[in-house]
């Protein structure tokens, strides 16, 4: 049987995401960091911490074994730096860089790395700000940020 891993699953996005599936019957391994959602059918919560690559590594070592099951991922992870480009720093890119384009790498090259593992589908969601007006001057890091991330992921279909 083919499981989901979903990263940020505790987000606004994110947790829809494992809601409509837990109820189509889909079997989810759903990450969070802060709170831990309500237990949901078909669904098992792992605890990660991906703020460094330290804690992603531990996160992705400890639960190999569950990771295993998962065919697919879609990642939810991605925090926002939300500010006006005047009041943007180095610091404001490096975050988001990591954040948006290094975790999800990282994690799908745990994926790619695993001998008898294969991804049949790896999808990338952002904006957990969606359905509010957010105007693209002020979340120029996370945008570009994304735009990388989309280009890691067409180059791994080629």
């Keep these: 049987m083919d499981y ?7 987000g606004l996005l994110g947790s829809e ?3 409509q599936l837990s109820e189509m019957d889909f079997h989810i391994i759903g990450q969070y960091y802060k709170n831990k959602p309500a237990l949901l059918k078909n669904t098992t919560w792992l605890y990660g911490n991906f703020s460094n690559l330290n804690t992603l590594k531990d996160f992705l070592d400890t639960n190999k074994k569950e990771l295993k099951k998962c065919s697919y991922l879609i990642n939810c992870y991605g925090p926002i730096t939300y500010k006006n480009i005047k009041e943007l720093n180095t610091k404001d890119y490096q975050n988001d860089f990591f954040s948006n384009v290094i975790v999800p790498i990282e994690i799908i090259n745990f994926f790619l790395n695993q001998k008898k593992q294969y991804l049949k589908s790896v999808v990338n969601i952002g904006f957990e700000l969606a359905g509010t007006f957010k105007p693209v001057k002020n979340v120029l890091p996370y945008l570009m940020a994304k735009n990388a991330l989309l280009e890691y992921t067409l180059s791994l279909a080629e």
């Design 4 to 10: 989901i891993f979903i990263t940020g699953a505790s």
């Design 17 to 19: 995401i494992v809601r």
